[in-house]
């Protein structure tokens, strides 16, 4: 059921030169499942304008969420952010969505690119601390090293939990860590492919448009189980 509430901004942080990282206090509990997003409401000129944006908090706290928001220049609900101030109101409604967990014992690829990080960061931040006994692997694309965020949490999660790992790709910048790797998500997936395409394997894509459907197309062709390929495009 979805839930109309009030939002009031307690932290806003910028992550990189165009994401910016927003906590929220909620007035009611949210109810949400890591993976869901929220509807936000922009008012401007006198006019309504509704924006969705995935919640990127574990779902252990309901009252309180954290969303990662890429600035996009002109855009409605990038300049009602980029401008909000500490203890700004407004109302949102959630929870929305189907990018949830299955809950099943197969191996779990996830797969973002720039800010698709949001509701895979809570789903890993929901589900690590349950010790699940799969393994579970984050492979995000990013362009540069400037450009990354939030690294230590994926750094602490693969040193607390033996069955997490994550890689990163960068499509513009010969990378120095040895998680990273130079190119897209597609060309690791295709450099990969015999050790992550299984049919114990499920995926969580999220991203832009394009690319998640992209990706998508990709890791059925090279023969990943389109049951068990999930998304969520923004
Ligand atoms: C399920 C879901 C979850 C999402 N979660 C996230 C998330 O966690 N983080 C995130 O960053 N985004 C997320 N998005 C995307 C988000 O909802 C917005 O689409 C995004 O933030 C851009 O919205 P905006 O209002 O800033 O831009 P808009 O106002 O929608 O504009 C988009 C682009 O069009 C251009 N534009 C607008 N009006 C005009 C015009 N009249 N002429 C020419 N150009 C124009 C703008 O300059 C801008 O570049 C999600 C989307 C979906 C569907």
């Not at 969705?52 to 969420?65: D, F, G």
Request: a positive charge; one cysteine or more; hydrophobic letters at 35%.
């Amino acid at each position: 059921m979805l839930i109309k509430t009030q939002a009031e901004i307690t932290h806003k942080q910028q992550l990189n030169n165009d994401t910016i990282l927003v906590r929220l206090d909620l007035a009611d509990n949210l109810n949400f499942t890591a993976g869901q997003y929220i509807i936000v409401d922009i008012e401007k000129n006198n006019q309504l304008f509704k924006r969705l944006y995935s919640i990127a908090s574990p779902e252990t706290n309901q009252r309180q969420i954290e969303l990662i928001i890429q600035i996009v220049p002109g855009g409605i609900g990038s300049e009602f952010f980029q401008k909000a101030k500490i203890n700004q109101r407004f109302n949102i409604s959630g929870p929305a969505g189907h990018f949830v967990l299955r809950k099943n014992n197969n191996n779990k690829i996830f797969l973002a690119t720039g800010t698709g990080i949001a509701p895979i960061r809570s789903m890993l931040a929901s589900y690590l601390p349950k010790n699940p006994k799969e393994e579970l692997k984050l492979i995000w694309g990013m362009r540069t090293t400037e450009s990354l965020y939030l690294i230590d949490e994926y750094k602490n999660w693969q040193k607390n939990h033996s069955n997490f790992s994550y890689n990163i790709c960068l499509s513009r910048e010969e990378p120095q860590d040895p998680v990273c790797f130079k190119g897209h998500l597609q060309d690791f997936i295709n450099l990969n492919k015999s050790s992550l395409i299984s049919n114990t394997t499920d995926f969580y894509i999220c991203g832009n448009r394009d690319m998640t459907e992209e990706i998508k197309n990709l890791l059925i062709s090279l023969g990943a189980n389109p049951q068990q390929v999930y998304f969520e495009k923004f």
